[in-house]
């Protein structure tokens, strides 16, 4: 049977000196970072990426292995692999490169949680990172990247330094990119027990095959946390391998978090603009592209979040998002988590407690917004 490599598993990451709310940056010296990837597909063996893009000197990495998951931040032993680089079990990435590791003879299955274990032996400066991620990572003194268990690590709920997880799959396997926010992200469902609105979607399919590429505060238009939608496309969606269709969440932080800065939100009539850029760029790539409307977020607890100016605009690209025809498929979000009495809040049962984000009752409805025979996967 003829096999390609596609994404497995991906992760969007941003700079650590960036302004990043709620969670602290952080680097690293002669620890072990070890993390937990819940891979959207898996194939007989894989290759992980592994990012320095927005280091400020050269990453140095000793050591580094995968596993399968054993319980909490440990492995099961017999899975564990070494990963080399060019045939080395070290390698040095320099300031802003990537790097990718030499295949390895792993099955991993769609649904698994894959364990990549990184010994970083000198000083990294603040590390390239997904500052949210809705999954642990355990940090430990020294080279344990090949032990069993991390009996008293540090346990973080942030990504470092890997960008994805490609698998060698059946030749013509379909992936989506689920390509956002917080929304996508997982922010205010249960870390660690994938139920993020992208996981749930999987489920759904049954086969799996939706990577997430969601950033916890990104925008459509305006770099801020993360480099703007329209800046990221080509990186973030264009070059996965193997991707074919494109799920897009944007649109809350574009309205919501200038607020915070005394800013006005951004008008409905820019927010169109990015949309049909978006989708033109995703067609010419042939790309089928879905969209989902702009969630309520009227209760948010955050300064400056909640204006009358950016409701109103979210009202009205909602309207044009569901009536145009701009994208292949909508997916109705908002209308999917709004309270009925009060259609600009998510409904009380859906809510994680700050009126922005969605628990995980609110991401499983999310993900059952999508209709899965226009996904097509």
Known sequence: MARQWVAGFRSAVVSPYEAIQFVE??????QTVRQVLRMAGGGDELRVRLS?????SALVIGEARVAERGVAGGIIPETDTALRFDGASDVVVPAGEEVVSDPVALPVAAGADLVLSLHLPEETGLATWSHQSGEPTYVARGNRAGAADLPGAERVEARF???????????GTAVAVAFGDSWFGGVGTTVGANRRSVDVLNERLGRGWVVNQGIAGNRLLTD????????RFDRDVLSVPGATHVLVHFGINDLALPGMFGLPPATADELVAGFTELARRAREAGMAIHAATIGPFAGAIY?????????????EVNE??????AFDAVFDVARAV?????PDHIRPEFDCGDGMHLNDAGARAMAESVDLDALRL
């Open 25 to 30: 940056p952080r680097g690293f010296r002669d």
């Open 52 to 56: 320095n893009r927005h280091g400020r």
């Open 161 to 171: 330094l890997v960008t994805g997880v490609d698998v060698l799959a059946p030749e």
């Open 224 to 231: 801020e946390i993360g480099e703007r939608a329209l800046a």
């Open 303 to 315: 300064p400056g979040h909640n204006t009358p100016e950016g409701l109103a605009r979210r009202r």
């Open 320 to 325: 044009w998002i569901r009536t145009g025809d």
């Open 338 to 342: 709004a309270d009925p009495a009060r």
